[in-house]
């Protein structure tokens, strides 16, 4: 019955489908912000720089986790990528499972790459407002790194939903970072205290991802739980990867930064510049958490 779904679902048509059967926006133009609607919680910017940021951090936690692929999963029929944005994980597995059929899935599929691989099709839909998708659907469903995307008290009914879409025996799998600041200085210390006020803003808590583990007991459960902590000084186990993903990010929210916590841009600025240097001097590593758990 999944295979049968999914063929269905790809073959129906050339363009991505969406929750409510309309056509995708177009990409947006090199650099770009991708305009938002007035309910979209997402903190950093859709735009071409974005696009480039995300493929270099799936090349950061490649090297600093070995794999991108975690939960034991064995020849799965369909696979789900939850927030997919560029698609990179997707092709990845798209070349593990050449036999599966996989669905990216965003809310904004201008940054997601194009063409994808003939078993791959994008689904345009808002996690947040439910999955368009029939019961067990999927055997192998991964989510990584939403913690922007997702406000605090809808994690529960998020992890419900993609319960719902997972075979029995299937497997669910989070990577998230966990809003953990690990040997920080004076200048991380500000810059945390900034985004945490934008984050805020949108209903947002940088340390939800640490909930996961018991969100998912309460489901039936029993997951694996692995917590790292990533570094930023160095150059061993995807260092330079990962001060460059973070810096990227800020640098690219510095104006809303800037005007959320009505300080002058010319200080976050400075402050941003000032991070690297700091970050090796206090050796400053962020949390990061990786989870998966088959469903009975």
């Not at 950061?60 to 994980?89: K, M, Y």
């Not at 260092?239 to 104006?255: E, G, I, N, Y």
Request: aromatic share 8%.
């Amino acid at each position: 019955m999944i295979r049968h779904w999914l063929r269905h679902l790809l073959q129906a048509s050339p363009h991505p489908s969406t929750a409510a059967d309309s056509a995708a926006p177009p990409p947006a133009a090199p650099g770009a912000l991708t305009p938002t609607g007035p309910g979209d919680t997402y903190v950093l910017p859709r735009t071409r720089q974005e696009q480039d940021r995300l493929d270099l951090q799936h090349f950061a936690l490649r090297q600093f986790l070995g794999s991108h692929f975690l939960a034991p999963v064995r020849d799965p029929r369909a696979i789900l990528d939850v927030g997919t944005g560029s698609g990179i994980w997707l092709r990845e597995a798209a070349r593990c499972w050449p036999q599966a059929r996989l669905i990216a899935l965003d809310k904004d599929l201008s940054l997601l790459r194009t063409p994808l691989p003939p078993h791959c099709q994008p689904v345009q839909a808002d996690l947040l407002s439910g999955l368009p998708f029939p019961d067990a659907s999927f055997d192998y469903i991964h989510q990584r790194l939403l913690v922007a995307a997702i406000p605090l008290t809808a994690w529960p009914g998020v992890l419900s939903d993609l319960l719902r879409v997972t075979a029995p025996g299937g497997w669910l799998e989070f990577v998230e970072a966990t809003g953990q600041v690990f040997h920080e200085g004076p200048h991380q210390a500000r810059v945390r205290a900034w985004f945490e006020t934008l984050a805020a803003r949108r209903g947002l808590h940088l340390t939800a991802p640490l909930q996961i583990p018991d969100w998912l007991r309460s489901l039936g459960l029993h997951p694996t739980v692995r917590a790292y902590e990533t570094p930023l000084f160095g150059k061993a186990y995807g260092a330079p990867l990962f001060r460059r993903d973070l810096l990227a990010s800020l640098q690219s929210v510095a104006p809303i930064l800037a005007s959320v916590n009505q300080v002058p841009l010319s200080l976050v600025e400075e402050t941003l510049s000032a991070l690297p240097a700091e970050w090796e001097r206090q050796r400053t590593c962020c949390g990061l958490l990786t989870v998966w758990g088959c469903k009975p």
